[in-house]
């Protein structure tokens, strides 16, 4: 179960419905597909873990956090979010491979490190693996949506574990569906 633990003062806050009704929404989700989840939220923020069992095992957490920076010189109302969605499955077969975001030096070790490959149509990733395969295609028709709009952290299939985590404060149930209907990697 997701809690409130704002003080009476949050209550009234606009953030605080926000993430109140974005925290029970997700609890009637994975409460409809059979798992549990617990967690709190407040005006600033809210940290939930969650559990699906069907068809297959995923474990899932959400977390935002809104802070000021503390310094009497600024204003007040300059603040920094962070938002942080993980999808985590095991048991996966595959090779394993990391999908993350492009960084400057990445073009050099391109050169080195023949790991290092491109991704059709997703200018801001880069794909690190022993070679590409139809597995990879298949999540990256998937997560199409969250790619091109650079939402995706990074993607790693490690251990037999497939991670997916996302910097955004939405649901994306529907991807999620799809992702959970289908065995990905082969």
Same mark, same amino acid.
């Given at each position: 179960?997701? $809690?409130?633990?704002?003080?009476?003062?949050?209550?009234?806050?606009?953030?605080? $419905?926000?993430?109140? $009704? &974005?925290?029970?929404?997700?609890?009637?989700?994975?409460?409809?597909?059979?798992?549990?989840?617990?967690?709190?939220?407040?005006?600033?923020?809210?940290?939930?873990?969650?559990?699906?069992?069907?068809?297959?095992?995923?474990?899932?957490?959400?977390?935002?956090?809104? &802070?000021?920076?503390?310094?009497?010189?600024? #204003?007040?109302?300059?603040?920094?979010?962070?938002?942080?969605?993980?999808?985590?499955?095991?048991?996966?077969?595959?090779?394993?491979?990391?999908?993350?975001?492009?960084?400057?030096?990445?073009?050099?070790?391109?050169?080195?490190?023949?790991?290092?490959?491109?991704?059709?149509? &997703?200018?801001?990733?880069?794909?690190?693996?022993?070679?590409?395969?139809?597995?990879?295609?298949?999540?990256?028709?998937?997560?199409?949506?969250?790619?091109? #709009?650079?939402?995706?952290?990074?993607?790693?299939?490690?251990?037999?574990?497939?991670?997916?985590?996302?910097?955004?404060?939405?649901?994306? &149930?529907?991807?999620?569906?799809?992702?959970?209907?289908?065995?990905?990697?082969?």
């Amino acid at each position: 179960m997701i $809690e409130s633990n704002a003080s009476p003062s949050e209550l009234s806050s606009p953030f605080y $419905e926000a993430n109140k $009704e &974005f925290c029970l929404t997700l609890e009637n989700f994975v409460k409809e597909n059979d798992g549990v989840i617990e967690g709190k939220y407040n005006s600033w923020s809210y940290s939930i873990i969650g559990k699906i069992n069907t068809p297959r095992e995923w474990i899932l957490k959400y977390k935002k956090s809104t &802070f000021t920076s503390g310094n009497l010189l600024f #204003s007040s109302k300059t603040q920094n979010l962070h938002v942080a969605s993980i999808w985590k499955t095991h048991q996966i077969k595959g090779g394993e491979f990391i999908i993350r975001k492009k960084r400057l030096k990445d073009s050099i070790f391109k050169i080195f490190n023949l790991k290092f490959k491109k991704i059709a149509n &997703f200018k801001k990733y880069v794909l690190i693996a022993e070679k590409k395969s139809i597995s990879i295609s298949d999540l990256t028709t998937i997560l199409r949506t969250l790619l091109m #709009s650079g939402e995706v952290y990074q993607i790693s299939n490690h251990s037999k574990e497939l991670v997916i985590e996302l910097r955004t404060d939405k649901h994306y &149930f529907d991807i999620f569906k799809k992702l959970n209907d289908r065995i990905i990697i082969d």
